[in-house]
């Protein structure tokens, strides 16, 4: 089989980019092929489709903001991906809150939509939350600090991760895309641009591109191949000697619906819905969200240190890790979750560039790798769908939705250039 382009992985970030290179030209032959049965069932729909533009680095801000406004746009063109602009709250200590103010300042300088509130205006808006734990010798021991702060971002929310594919999908098969599911790419293609047919090919001193893939349906060959597998990208980079910057580490979310929650649905004042934003609290990054759709709320912890790098087909949620180990801090903040066991919990993995937690897109040899969201690729999915789109096009710069501009080799690796972010969860 030959198309001009293979799209090898259809998360979210391979159907966002295919259907970017499909409406650049739709005379070309682009297909998407997965190992799975549908499009996202890698991580894509696993995630917790948390979405924010509160970040301090020009470049992460860019990525989602417009990605945002283009997620707008599909809801209005009629995909409901279920956009719930309920904010994301971070609540600080006093300490934290000073050395993260100055970053504040600067999104606010930007121009971003982000509320300092007060230890008043928090407690007046989130009455269920603990903001002080004096005398409290559990909390001490935790460390726990009282919260002083409420940093609140408005252009952010949740929306539905596998709906937000599906809707890319349906896109490019709109414009005449092609998919192929349950077909695993084993290998990448590797040939000489002139081939000889003399047996070892190709040798040293032949110009060498990869040029399609072996699949469990056989060979498929294109002029240009995408890699978009998430966590699994370096299976097929590694033995052809390409780097995908990316270390998979497992991430759980565990979902609860419990009457005992209520509170949680009666915030005042910071969302049309009355219910808590995502929630970041002071320590351990356990963050924890509202999801509209179910009256449920779910919480995921980013725990780094301790929790190993390791590609796992299937990975699973740990009941333990919640009871024994995040449940003690969060009960702590908020009281209402007191013998909340969760009705529902998964996991999948995240696949972290560790250097600068920011997505690589780079080209070699007819190759064009897109990956490394670092836990951030739902909400920079179209950004990075169109990066890639203008790279394949041979174009320096991409436009983002609403027109703004983005350098192309900002994300790649030799001329790499991204900034510092303050605001990591
Ligand atoms: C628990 C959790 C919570 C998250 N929360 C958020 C969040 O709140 N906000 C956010 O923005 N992001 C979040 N993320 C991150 C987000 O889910 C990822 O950044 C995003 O899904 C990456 O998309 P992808 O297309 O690169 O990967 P995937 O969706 O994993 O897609 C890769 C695809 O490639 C396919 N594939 C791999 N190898 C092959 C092969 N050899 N042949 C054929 N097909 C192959 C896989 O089957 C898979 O479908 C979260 C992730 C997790 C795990």
């Known amino acids: 089989m030959d198309c001009d382009i293979l799209v090898i992985g259809a998360g979210v970030l391979g159907l966002s980019s295919a259907y970017h ?19 996202g069932q890698g991580n894509s729909a696993k995630s917790e489709g948390g979405f924010r533009n509160v970040f301090t680095s020009e470049t992460n801000y860019l990525l989602a903001d417009t990605s945002i406004d283009a997620y707008k746009e599909m809801e209005e063109q009629g995909h409901d991906i279920k956009l719930q602009f309920i904010g994301y709250l971070w609540l600080f200590s006093q300490g934290q809150h000073e050395a993260i103010k100055p970053a504040v300042d ?37 460390g726990l600090e009282d919260v002083a702060v409420g940093v609140f971002g408005e252009k952010c929310g949740s929306l539905d991760a596998d709906a937000l594919t599906r809707a890319y999908e349906a896109e490019f098969l709109r414009l005449g895309g092609e998919v192929m599911y349950n077909t695993e790419a084993k290998r990448l293609l590797l040939k000489p641009e002139e081939e000889l047919g003399i047996p ?21 060959n294109a002029a240009k191949t995408v890699i978009a597998c998430g966590v699994w990208a370096a299976s097929l980079m590694d033995p052809v000697g390409l780097d995908s910057f990316m270390r998979p580490k497992k991430r759980q979310l565990f979902a609860f619906k419990d009457a ?17 934003p995502l929630t ?4 351990a990054k356990i963050l924890f969200r509202s999801e509209l759709s179910e009256g449920s709320i779910w919480l995921g912890c980013a725990d780094d240190l301790g929790r190993r790098f390791e590609l796992e087909e299937d990975p699973q949620a740990e009941e333990d890790y919640y009871t024994n180990n995040v449940y003690h801090v ?11 066991r ?31 969201a670092s836990g951030s690729g739902i909400m920079k999915a179209d950004a990075l769908g169109r990066i890639i789109d203008a790279l394949v096009a041979g174009e320096e710069e991409a436009e983002l939705q609403g027109g703004r ?20 969860i």
Request: hydrophobic share 40%; aromatic share 10%; proline share 6%.
């Open 260 to 276: 005992k929650l209520g509170p949680l649905f009666k915030v005042k004042g910071l969302n049309e819905e009355g219910s808590i």
């Open 342 to 372: 969760p009705m529902n919990m998964w996991a999948g993995q995240y696949a972290i560039n560790s250097l600068d937690e920011t997505p690589v897109v780079y080209e070699a040899h007819g190759m064009y790798y897109i990956g490394a």
């Open 106 to 142: 600067a999104i606010v300088k930007r121009g971003g939509s982000v509320t300092v509130l007060s230890l008043d205006e928090l407690k007046e808006s989130v009455p269920c939350l603990v903001t002080g734990f004096g005398g409290d010798e559990e909390a001490e021991l935790m």
């Open 21 to 39: 290179m499909k409406r650049r030209d739709p005379s070309k032959k682009i297909l998407v092929i997965d190992k799975f049965s549908g499009p």
């Open 330 to 340: 969060l009960v702590k903040y908020f009281p209402c979750f007191e013998d909340v």
């Open 200 to 220: 070892g090919e190709p040798f040293v001193w032949q110009n060498t591109r990869i040029v399609g893939a072996e699949t469990s349906k056989g060979s498929i």
């Open 280 to 283: 970041i609290l002071p320590k």
């Open 405 to 424: 501009r983005f350098r192309v080799a900002n994300l790649g690796v030799r001329y790499r250039h991204v900034e510092h972010e303050r605001f990591v």
